[in-house]
């Protein structure tokens, strides 16, 4: 990783100096998006790979999301599409069948990466009495799955989701928050100006542009230099502290 500039070394908040950030704004919500938030690394893309590796899908399934990955690597399918069709890629396969491998994935692959200096903080303002939410363009079996670990409940996950009939997976999006859609869904549940929100990727600026505070945590490059130019402190758990600092 490159070193960090001066400028975002000015406005690097401590463990400490970011805790009491947080409990000094006293907040009666709380947004937290989740993979590099909560968590480090991409539990989308793990799960997919992992899903495919364990034979969860067919060829022709595996075929096509790889040829739809790779042309989003190289820019040619926007966010919002390929997260979509991250989920969609389980049409078929039954829903209690996601949950089983959502819940092998979380424990094996993602759940020793959780941050505990993010896990104290939510515990801390849980039990203060704040109401948390989580939003990710991640699917909902794999975010639900994991917040658990957090005590989120199911009911304050907004995340990439599609239609279950008859206890199938089908391929009708019901939602995808990213970008400004993750405003669009906290909209839709009635929260339009929550007090403090926390995001580590540019698909979180438009989420963190409508908190009374915002937190990026853990930042992509893009989203550091959107917050040095917003004035965001910025905050990197001990585990993922780069280089020069």
Known sequence: MNNPSSTLLANRLSTAEFHAAVYELSPTVAVFDCDGTLWSGDAGSSFMKWTI???LISREATDWIDG??????????SELAICG???????????????????????????????PEMLELVTELQRKGVDIWAVSSTCDWVIEEGVQRFKIPANRVLAARVTIKDGLVTETICDVPTDE???TSLARVGITTPEAVFGNSVHDAAMLGIAGRAFPVNPSPALAEHSAAEGWPVYYPASVVPIGY
Do not use: S, W
């Not at 739809?68 to 399918?77: D, L, S």
């Not at 991250?86 to 959502?102: I, N, P, S, T």
């Open 53 to 55: 590796d364990t034979g």
């Open 68 to 77: 739809r990955y790779r042309g989003y690597k190289r820019g040619e399918v």
């Open 85 to 115: 069709e991250m989920v969609q890629l389980y049409q078929g396969l039954r829903e209690e069948e996601m949950r089983r491998a959502a819940k092998k994935f979380f424990a094996t692959h993602i759940e020793p990466n959780i941050f």
């Open 181 to 183: 859609g993750k405003v």
